[in-house]
């Protein structure tokens, strides 16, 4: 069956970096894009971005920016994201998600239909 | 702030049907999709495009869209529906994805 495994929970002092792993099975990991989304205690869910597991290509959230990188690892089918120079308020939930497009060349849009079970990150001093 | 708005709660009587909605600019333009969050799990994706279910999603689930404004509907709302539903769509500029602020269903 189709499945995301994430990798577990970690917990790190502000300033440090952080990568997340998820690694895909059951579909042809190339033929789809993952989003990485996350949810801090309490609140909704933040879309951080996606990658291409086709051609590497990455689409990121503004004010993420120049903090986050997204990769992946074909052979693996291993997805990562690593958020750099981490703060209070990056303590969160963080899903992967496969990522699906469908429409036309004008008003395509994105879907997520298959989740990781999420990845708890604490930012703590 | 977000760019997609949804009402932070709604309640719906068992068997009662029930419209959640999402509003944004972008929705002019773009298709939204819904997903069901319970606590302590992952989200689920129930509608996606224009009114799609994924395998597993009963049929009283369906979505629309008006304008600026896409909508989740639920006929005969079940005691396992309550959860939190978030909206989902590219944003403004096109170019990226944004969430909704999501709404809390209870069924009383």
């Known amino acids: 069956q189709v499945q995301l495994v994430q990798s577990g929970a970690e917990v790190k002092k502000p300033g440090a970096s952080v990568r997340v792993s998820c690694k895909a099975s059951?579909?042809?990991?190339?033929?789809?894009?993952i989003s990485w989304v996350r949810q801090a205690p309490g609140q909704g869910l933040e879309w951080m971005g996606w990658?291409?597991?086709?051609?590497?290509?990455?689409n990121y959230a503004q004010k993420l920016q120049g903090r986050v990188t997204m990769t992946t690892d074909t052979p693996t089918s291993t997805a990562y994201m690593e958020l750099r120079s981490l703060r209070s308020d990056d303590t969160a939930i963080y899903y992967c998600?496969?990522?699906?497009?469908?429409?036309?060349?004008?008003?395509?849009?994105?879907?997520?239909?298959?989740w990781g079970k999420g990845t708890t990150v604490t930012v703590s001093s | 702030s977000s760019e997609l708005t949804q009402d932070p709660a709604v309640s719906v009587a068992l068997g009662q049907t029930v419209r959640i909605t999402c509003q944004g600019d972008?929705?002019?333009?773009?298709?939204a999709n819904w997903y069901r969050q319970k606590p302590g799990q992952a989200p689920v994706l129930v509608i996606y495009g224009k009114n799609n279910r994924p395998s597993g999603i009963p049929d009283r689930f369906s979505g629309s869209s008006s304008g600026n404004t896409a909508s989740l509907t639920i006929t005969g709302a079940q005691a396992e529906d309550e959860a939190d539903y978030y909206c989902?769509?590219?944003?403004?500029?096109?170019?990226?994805?944004?969430f909704g602020g999501g709404t809390k269903l209870t069924v009383l």
């Open positions: 990658i291409s597991a086709y051609n590497g290509n990455t």
């Open positions: 998600a496969r990522t699906a497009v469908a429409g036309d060349q004008i008003d395509y849009y994105y879907y997520m239909d298959v």
């Open positions: 059951g579909y042809t990991f190339t033929s789809y894009r």
């Open positions: 972008s929705l002019r333009n773009y298709y």
């Open positions: 989902n769509s590219r944003d403004s500029s096109g170019i990226h994805l944004a």
